[in-house]
C-alpha cells in the first residue's frame, strides 16, 4: 500500500506542477498582449497554441468591459480552483495508501 501512497503523493506534486505552468504561460501570453507580438513566429504561436483551449470557451462569455478582457482572470481563478480540488483528492489518497 507504501507504493499507492507514494504513486498519489508523486501525482499530486506532478499535476500541480502542471496546473503551475499553464498559470505561468497565462502570465507571458497577457504580458505578450500588450506588445505588438507576431502571431506568426513560432514561440508566439506555440504559445497561442497552448492557451487559447483554455481562453477561448470564457471569451465567449461577457467579460469583456471596454477594452479590457477578463477571461485571463476567471482563467486564473478556475486553474486555481481545480488545482486545489484535483491536487487535494490526490494528497488524501496518497494519506489513505500511507504514502505521506
Same mark, same amino acid.
Given at each position: 500500500? $507504501?507504493?499507492? @501512497?507514494? $504513486?498519489?503523493?508523486? #501525482?499530486?506534486?506532478?499535476? /500541480?506542477? &502542471?496546473?503551475?505552468?499553464?498559470?505561468?504561460?497565462?502570465?507571458? +501570453? &497577457?504580458?505578450?498582449?500588450?506588445?505588438?507580438?507576431?502571431?506568426? /513566429?513560432?514561440? &508566439?504561436?506555440?504559445?497561442? +497554441?497552448?492557451? =487559447?483551449?483554455?481562453?477561448?470557451?470564457?471569451?465567449?462569455? %461577457? #467579460?469583456?468591459? @471596454?477594452? &479590457? =478582457?477578463?477571461? %485571463?482572470?476567471?482563467?486564473?481563478?478556475?486553474? /486555481? $480552483?481545480? =488545482?486545489?480540488?484535483?491536487?487535494?483528492?490526490?494528497? +488524501?489518497?496518497? $494519506?489513505?495508501?500511507?504514502?505521506?
Amino acid at each position: 500500500m $507504501f507504493i499507492i @501512497g507514494q $504513486f498519489f503523493a508523486s #501525482l499530486a506534486i506532478l499535476v /500541480s506542477m &502542471i496546473f503551475k505552468v499553464i498559470y505561468f504561460l497565462l502570465v507571458i +501570453r &497577457i504580458i505578450v498582449s500588450w506588445f505588438q507580438a507576431s502571431s506568426f /513566429s513560432e514561440p &508566439i504561436s506555440l504559445l497561442y +497554441r497552448i492557451t =487559447d483551449p483554455i481562453l477561448l470557451p470564457l471569451r465567449r462569455l %461577457p #467579460l469583456q468591459v @471596454g477594452m &479590457i =478582457d477578463f477571461s %485571463p482572470v476567471v482563467a486564473f481563478i478556475l486553474i /486555481s $480552483f481545480i =488545482d486545489s480540488f484535483v491536487v487535494g483528492i490526490l494528497q +488524501r489518497l496518497a $494519506f489513505q495508501f500511507g504514502g505521506v
